[in-house]
């Protein structure tokens, strides 16, 4: 296979073409894969027209696949598969959402700068996420690079956070936006999980932070320091050098590294269809035993 990489942002994302993700992969076209997926961290892979059994199978070259949190809700019902997100705003009957859904308002929590699962005790190592309907205008998703945003901080700051454990939970991304619509079940699975700050990426060596909308509280630290800690390194890492924004086509495949990206949707017009299906690959452990 000649996987064929392109840079389309200076710092960490590149097209690849050169390979057909409806067809099974060798173990070398897969290994080609994760190799620049560590020197990239966002890779675009245009005209990847696939079923959902394409994806799962894929995405499980990969890993191991999550589940969505979503079915921790009582009564949910899901339009596709569980291993799939439903990042769409659309109803199990294909309708798009009503302008009150409770679903619509959960997912404007996707427009905070935020990476997949930190609020797992094990989180993501990857997401894939697929372009099936895009609308006309608007929706892009903006990814920022979080191994730059660390090598551009200054000695001291760097000497102030290594070591520092956040804890992360969707309540309070989501209380953020004013969304508290959570069923008892689902609150007490959704409680803080504790996430390193300072992180080095196995793949490439370097050290990455590792934030999140969802990192409400550090360990040992009191409140109103450490939300303006995370506020701080937040407003440094989303700086436009290191931010990609990615216009969407139709049959898009997008994979990211969840361990040194941050991500967000952008607003677009919601009464138009717009069906976007994520896989997640669990990176199988918790980021605090992991290597610092
Ligand atoms: C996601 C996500 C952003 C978007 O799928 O994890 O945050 O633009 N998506 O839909
Ligand atoms: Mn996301």
Not at 219 to 231: K, N, S
Not at 244 to 271: E, F, G, N, Q
Request: proline share 5%.
């Amino acid at each position: 296979m000649a996987l064929t990489l392109r840079p389309l942002h200076p710092l960490f994302v590149a097209a690849a073409t050169g390979i057909d993700l409806t067809a099974p992969l060798e173990a070398e076209a897969v290994a080609e894969l994760v190799a620049a997926l560590d020197r990239y961290a966002v890779l675009v892979l245009p005209g990847q027209d696939l079923t959902d059994a394409q994806q799962i199978a894929f995405s499980e070259r990969l890993g191991i696949l999550e589940t969505t949190v979503k079915a921790f809700r009582p009564g949910h019902k899901a339009r596709i598969d569980l291993h799939l997100s439903d990042v769409s705003n659309l109803d199990e009957r294909n309708q798009v959402l009503a302008a009150d859904d409770r679903r619509r308002m959960n997912g404007l929590g996707n427009r905070l700068w935020h990476t997949d699962s930190s609020f797992k005790a094990i989180p993501a190592r990857y997401s894939l996420l697929s372009a099936r309907a895009i609308p006309g205008a608007g929706g892009e998703t903006e990814f920022a690079d979080l191994r730059a945003a660390w090598d551009a901080l200054d000695p001291a700051m760097r000497g102030r956070i290594e070591g520092l454990v956040a804890e992360h939970s969707l309540l309070h991304s989501r209380a953020t936006i004013g969304f508290t619509d959570f069923a008892a079940e689902e609150r007490e699975r959704l409680q803080p999980v504790p996430q390193r700050l300072v992180r080095t990426h196995p793949g490439s060596g370097r050290k990455t932070l590792y934030l999140a909308s969802h990192a409400g509280s550090i360990r040992g630290m009191a409140l109103p320091e450490a939300r303006m800690l995370l506020l701080d390194l937040m407003e440094h890492a989303t700086q436009r050098r290191f931010v990609y924004s990615h216009t969407w086509r139709l049959h898009d495949l997008v994979i990211w590294d969840d361990r040194c990206t941050l991500h967000r949707a952008r607003p677009y017009d919601m009464t138009v269809p717009r069906d976007m299906r994520r896989t997640t690959v669990s990176d199988g452990v918790s980021s605090l035993e992991q290597a610092a």
